[in-house]
């Protein structure tokens, strides 16, 4: 009779994990899959510490929507409909590319994509942008300071960025990172922030995994289709800014560009054009956020950690 109920046991303990996997994978695969987002190339829309959900109903499934896709066993999509032009997408990586990418949709099939002088054409239209506007981008070592940096008017502390002693009033993001080396030397000159801007592009340099705090600029893009969203530029005159090329995408494929359009790689350098089969779904809202400056277990920094006014804010 005792080994009966130790057999019980083990094979109760084996069915509520088995259908718990079973559940997750069915969730996940169908419903609802989280991603975090681990780079700034999609900055101002989603920051680096950003955690996600993405929808996988709206676009329908392909074999990458479940485990082991990359074994190849189907091609095509069943249910669902097509992406439209605008939309943020969480997609896999073409030519054996097992990575996740996170992009907004620029272009589809039929589509031409050209940039001329720092300005995106669809179509051979220019797409408008407007209202420009500061946006500050810190990155910085973890606790410099305990989170607190100051150079005149303006200061860092922990999650907050001030001008003179009141609340930024333009958008930023902070993020804080071990690989930050020589830090104090990577700063902009904040005198130029007063006055919004840089004085000219003539110092212009990629900022991608690099460390300081850097001020772009911050557009509101309208796309063909009406769909408004905010970009980042560090100038017009970067080396994706002015191409040659005019991108026509094929058939059963998809142009795809970062919000931070200076420090992206996305289809117009690396990435290609992503096939339609590629695609995971919308992304749909942030659940959490943080800035890396400690680890979550320490509690008493989260003041510091968290991006409280991020949580439930949807992706568009």
């Not at 996997?21 to 900055?43: C, D, H, K, Q, Y």
């Not at 992009?103 to 209202?131: A, C, F, H, S, W």
């Not at 130029?192 to 110092?203: I, L, M, R, V």
Request: one cysteine or more.
């Amino acid at each position: 009779m005792p080994l009966n109920k130790k057999k019980n046991v083990a094979r109760d303990w084996f069915n509520t994990i088995f259908y718990g996997v079973l559940i997750a994978i069915l969730f996940r695969s169908f419903l609802l899959e989280p991603f975090n987002i681990p780079s700034g190339s999609m900055i101002p829309t989603l920051h680096v510490g950003d955690h996600i959900f993405v929808q996988k109903w709206p676009y329908g499934y392909s074999r990458y929507s479940f485990p082991f896709g990359s074994w190849n066993l189907w091609n095509g999509r069943f249910w669902g409909h097509e992406p439209e032009v605008g939309d943020v997408i969480v997609f896999r990586g073409p030519d054996g590319d097992n990575n996740d990418y996170i992009k907004r949709l620029i272009g589809k099939p039929g589509d031409t994509i050209q940039m001329k002088q720092g300005r995106l054409y669809i179509n051979g239209e220019i797409v408008p942008r407007d209202n420009p506007r500061p946006y500050v981008l810190a990155v910085l070592p973890k606790e410099p300071k305990r989170g607190h940096f100051q150079r005149g008017n303006f200061e860092i502390d922990g999650n907050k960025i001030y001008v003179d002693n009141k609340p930024a009033e333009f958008n930023y993001t902070i993020q804080y990172d071990d690989r930050c080396k020589n830090w104090s030397k990577q700063f902009i000159n904040l005198s130029e922030f007063k006055d919004g801007f840089p004085e000219s592009d003539a110092n212009w340099r990629p900022y991608e995994n690099q460390c300081g705090i850097f001020l772009l600029t911050e557009y509101t893009e309208t796309l063909p289709n009406g769909v408004t969203h905010s970009i980042v530029e560090v100038t017009d005159e970067g080396p994706m800014d002015n191409d040659d090329r005019v991108f026509t995408v094929p058939e059963n494929s998809y142009f795809f560009m970062g919000d931070n359009r200076d420090n992206s790689a996305d289809s117009r350098a690396g990435l290609g054009f992503i096939p339609r089969d590629n695609v995971l779904g919308p992304a749909w809202f942030i659940w959490y956020s943080h800035n890396y400056y400690s680890p979550m277990m320490a509690v008493w920094n989260w003041g510091n950690k968290m991006r409280w006014d991020r949580f439930g804010m949807g992706v568009d």
